[in-house]
């Protein structure tokens, strides 16, 4: 079975500050990883994906994640955060021959921006 | 906005009934999953429909149950609700039968057991 790690409950940061998230997989075969946001009130929404090619991946709202798979990492960052990026962040992974499009989430990362 | 629509938004119930919760996919994805997220936790796959018919489950007890619909709507329904069914249900919609594809998901019903 799958499982997704996120290293950090609860990350504090002032604004222009520097962001990485760390995401480990547990699945050895082929997979698909997604970030996904939840800001407060709302819906999952996308950040980026990785399906194949380029290990770095750009997504929406300057974040971007690198897909490292000797370590089973996809780690989110980015370079300089705002307030409006506090949010809760999750790590999802599904793999395309399972038969069915399960997606297996971390238990997510909170983001407290501070002005 | 994702498209995916689910209503109610917010329900209580007292242990031991039954609650249906239900979910339009976005247009054009016959594909639909439900997602248990308990408080301070991840979402965590309940099944998948796909054309109708169930095509996948996570570990979750016979007394959740659903349907998908011609329509590709879905319901999911919980018989003999617990305390630790109270959770944020979250239904997602994906494109036919694709793999490499994103979940689309929608607001959430915010269910609370009493």
């Known amino acids: 079975a799958q499982s997704v790690s996120q290293h950090n409950h609860h990350v504090i940061l002032s604004e222009a500050a520097s962001l990485e998230l760390g995401c480990n997989y547990s699945?050895?075969?082929?997979?698909?990883l997604f970030w996904y946001v939840q800001y407060p009130g709302q819906h999952l929404q996308l950040l980026l994906k990785?399906?194949?090619?380029?290990?770095l991946v750009k997504g929406i709202k300057g974040f971007e994640a690198e897909f490292i798979k000797s370590k089973f990492s996809f780690n989110l960052r980015k370079p300089s955060v705002q307030w409006s990026d506090t949010a809760e962040y999750f790590c999802a992974v599904n793999s395309p021959g399972a038969g069915s499009y399960q997606l297996t989430f971390g238990k997510g990362t909170k983001l407290s921006v501070i002005p | 906005e994702t498209g995916v629509t689910q209503s109610p938004t917010h329900l209580i119930k007292t242990r031991g009934q039954q609650v249906t919760l239900r979910c339009s996919s976005q247009s054009g994805h016959n594909t639909v999953s439900w997602y248990q997220q308990a408080l301070g936790q991840g979402p965590q796959f309940i099944f998948q429909?796909?054309?109708?018919?169930?095509?996948g489950r996570g570990n979750f007890p016979p007394r959740f149950s659903g349907l998908q619909f011609p329509n590709y709507s879905s319901e999911l329904n919980v018989n003999a609700l617990e305390l630790d069914d109270s959770a944020l249900y979250l239904c997602?919609?994906?494109?036919?039968?694709?793999?490499?594809?994103?979940?689309?998901f929608g607001q959430g019903t915010r269910l609370t057991v009493v």
């Open positions: 429909y796909y054309r109708e018919e169930e095509n």
């Open positions: 997602a919609s994906s494109q036919p039968g694709a793999m490499n594809t994103e979940a689309f």
């Open positions: 990785y399906f194949s090619g380029d290990p």
């Open positions: 699945y050895g075969g082929t997979v698909n």
